[in-house]
């Protein structure tokens, strides 16, 4: 197929939704109390792409919506009571949990959520939440790392971020992250694949248009790990990645890429002033 051909491909099957970005009445409010911010001035690094940054909920159906609005019908909190769990258990050779060394999650991890992925001054690199969650298991606990794109890290993470919620997100992309973060500002508006598409031609250029069934949103990554109905599972930023890229027919990095870590950077920063959701839920 040319490249003409694909293009017009592309066009045919998005539908212009002609300005359809509104916040439901009222907005999104956790179990009638907890207010979040949906809507927020985009970052002064986005001057001349986006003005407004919108979370993935304002742009999921109203019963979609509504399920994240109540605790009781999120069917990612299930896997927030699992991670409470995995909190307070002892692992690995030491012996000790979660709890032993940071205590009550409600405090220790409060705000921890918001400024992830982030540059560790040990370790010399940026590393997602996730890498800090297996870090801590493997050289404070002497227990086996998480594999990635499983159920126990996403879990873990859920538990984590749901500290922070309703907090917005302030990743740094300045000082030592800084490289990182223009190797993930380069992967988002690169083309790959057999459709020569980037993360910007669906999240940026073409956010609340359709493409057929699906309502493009612009990629924020402030609700994940999120529950997606159509996997009934949760699922990693990183997870998502490893989707997208292959939605465009090109080959994926590994999860565990430092490759996504970049790119989980530049997209996390792109959503501050948004609030964490802990676990949000999407199509």
Known sequence: ????????????VAVLAGAQVALAEGGLVINGELEMITEAPAAD???GSLTTVY????????????????????PGMLYVDQGEGMWNAPAGTSEKSCADCHGDASESMAGVRTVY???NEAAGEVRSLQMQINACRTENQ????????????????????????????NVAIDGPAAA??????EMYYARTGQLELSCANCHEDNYDNYIRADHLSQGQTNGFPVYRLKDTKLTSAAGR???????TRAETYKI????????????????????????????
């Open 1 to 12: 197929m040319t490249k003409t051909v694909l293009k017009g491909a592309i066009a045919a």
């Open 117 to 119: 992925p982030k540059w």
């Open 256 to 283: 565990d890429s430092s490759e996504f870590v970049a790119l989980e950077l530049y997209v996390a920063s792109r959503g501050n002033g948004l609030s964490v959701e802990g676990v949000s839920v999407r199509n």
């Open 180 to 185: 990182t973060w223009e190797q993930g500002k």
């Open 241 to 247: 990645f490893v989707g997208c890229v292959r939605d």
């Open 142 to 169: 002497g227990a086996d790392a998480f594999k990635y794109g499983k159920d126990e890290i996403n879990t873990m993470e859920a538990y984590i971020s749901m500290q922070s919620r309703g907090m917005p997100m």
């Open 45 to 47: 690094h986005l001057k």
């Open 55 to 74: 979370s993935g909920w304002v742009f999921r159906d109203v019963d979609t919506q509504a399920m994240q609005m109540d605790d009781f019908d999120n």
